[in-house]
C-alpha cells in the first residue's frame, strides 16, 4: 500500500470521519460507529452504481447499523442519490457524469467571461453607494445581487466538481488501479 499517492486513514475512526467529510453526514451521528457503518457508508457510495443483487445486499449492510439516526441518513443519501437526484451527492456521480456536469459549469463559468459579468466590481460600488444613499435595495439592486449569487454558485460547483475529479485521478494514477 506504499505505492498510492495520498495517505488513506489507518484507524476506523479516521475512515469514518474521512467518509463522512466527503459524504456530508454530520460526525455527531458517528458516536459509537465502528467497522460496520465504514462498510455502510462506503456501500451508500456506490450504491446507484450497483445492479439489483448488490443493492439488496448493500441494503442489507445499510440496515445492519445499530445507530437509527446514521441509518437514516445513510438509507437517506443512498436512495436519494440513486432515485431522487444525482447532483445531491457529487461523490455518488460516475466518470462520466461528473465530465459532464464539468462541462456544463465550465460552458456557464465561459458565457459569464465572455459577457462581462464576472469582473464587475465597479458595479458593485455604485449599488453600495445606491443602497447607503437610499438606504433601501431596489429591483435593480436584487436583480444583480441574484446574478452575482449564480456566478458565485456556479463557480463554488465547478472547483466542486473538479475537485472530485482530481480525487478519482490520483487514485486512478496509483499502482494498485
Known sequence: MNSLPYNLPKNTKSQLEKLASITSIPRNLLVGAGETEVQAIAAMILYRHMDRLQRIEALALIRSISNKALLGAVLEKALDTTFVNSQWGIWSLSNEELLS?????????????????????????????????????????????????????????????????????????????
Open 101 to 177: 456536469d464539468i462541462s456544463f459549469h465550465e460552458s456557464i463559468d465561459s458565457f459569464v467571461g465572455y459577457v462581462g459579468i464576472g469582473a464587475s466590481i465597479v458595479s458593485g460600488k455604485d449599488i453600495i453607494k445606491d443602497i447607503w444613499s437610499l438606504k433601501k435595495v431596489g429591483k435593480k439592486h436584487w436583480t444583480l445581487i441574484v446574478i452575482w449569487g449564480c456566478i458565485v454558485f456556479n463557480k463554488t460547483e465547478l472547483q466542486k466538481a473538479k475537485s472530485e475529479l482530481n480525487n478519482r485521478q490520483t487514485l486512478n494514477q496509483s499502482g494498485l488501479y
